[in-house]
């Protein structure tokens, strides 16, 4: 792992009364062994353009809020080179994550052995810093998972923003307009069933974040087994199946070999990049099979190339709205 190194200084933030809040600030310069590309890296743990835990700034620098074990924290990463980023971090958990960054930013993503399909190679040489991000947090990555089960993507994004608006607690320090921090597990299983319908969120996806926030200890172990036993402590949850825990080992394991079975689109997306024509799940298996374990690190290399799409067939579904049920 690269070396972290760390230097807290403090500013004044906001005038209150007659006082003045002071943030403390932790300031990291991860240097990494090889290239890293910083927003590509940690681009799958937003969720939509207008996530309240997930920014990119006009400056090129990420900003993004968790919720750890210590407490919460603002995280700004401004890259400072092909392999070098600095992190400032705000919070109680600032240390914890500040200890943790080699981890998020891919420093354990191991690629030796891949070698790319001829589809996707010059993607893989523009994105040569991209990394398997690890964020070590299951339900952050498991609640949004669930909004995004069965419904547009469009939809489940302003689930997860008007949640995390109403329930979500303020982002420590000096952040942009309207960061959160995502509630923690007792909040998440408090949510009574008319703000699950005020943000539009059927009841049986409601009732599956409830149950994954009432387990959420045992969930949160999953971060330290095998990718295989850690996926079957997720599908133990009624209403987690194989997609989800795809969706969570990507972004809470950094998986490079979880690939999201039963996607709406990716089966056909994947088919037409590699083989020109849709296919189905067992299809794109058996295209992917090549590079296991390596599958879902072609995927994002497929995503990120964005020409290979399959031909649209038939008209957009129309938005379901569950506020109006």
């Known amino acids: 792992m690269a070396p972290v190194r760390g230097a807290r200084t403090r500013r004044p933030l906001t005038i209150v009364g007659r006082g003045v809040i002071h943030w403390s600030v932790l300031t990291v310069r991860h240097t990494s062994p090889r290239r890293l590309d910083v927003a590509l890296t940690l681009g799958p743990l937003g969720h939509g353009p207008a996530d309240p835990t997930f920014h990119r700034a006009a400056d090129g620098s990420v900003w993004r809020t968790s919720l750890l074990r210590t407490g919460p924290v603002t995280q700004r990463f401004v890259p400072a080179g092909p392999n070098e980023v600095v992190v400032h ?25 891949f070698v790319p399909p001829p589809q996707v190679r010059d993607a893989c040489r523009r994105a040569a810093g991209l990394r398997m991000s690890a964020s070590g947090r299951v339900l952050e990555a498991l609640v949004p998972a669930v909004l995004e089960q069965r419904v547009q993507t469009v939809t489940a994004h302003r689930a997860w923003r008007w949640l995390l608006t109403r329930h979500g607690t303020p982002a420590p320090g000096p952040i942009p307009d309207g960061m959160r921090v995502v509630p923690d597990a007792r909040t998440w299983a408090r949510i009574p069933v008319w703000e699950w319908h005020r943000a539009g969120v059927d009841p049986g996806r409601a009732r599956t974040v409830v149950r994954c926030a009432q387990v ?96 649209r067939r038939g008209p957009r579904l129309p938005l379901a709205d569950y506020r109006a049920f």
């Open 216 to 311: 959420a200890p045992r969930l949160e172990e999953a971060c330290a087994m095998a990718p295989a036993e850690a996926r079957t402590r997720l599908e133990k949850v009624p209403g987690v199946g194989v997609w989800t825990s795809a969706e969570v080992a990507q972004r809470a394991f950094g998986d490079p070999d979880a690939v999201s079975v039963g996607d709406f689109h990716l089966a056909a997306a994947v088919g037409w990049a590699l083989a020109g024509e849709r296919t189905d799940d067992d299809g794109m298996l058996r295209l992917l099979a090549p590079y296991a374990p390596h599958r879902q690190r072609v995927v994002r290399l497929l995503m990120i190339d964005g020409r290979h799409r399959a031909p």
């Open 89 to 113: 971090l705000w919070g109680d958990g600032a240390r914890e994550a500040a200890e943790a960054l080699p981890v998020l930013l891919g420093e354990d993503d191991d690629s030796t052995g």
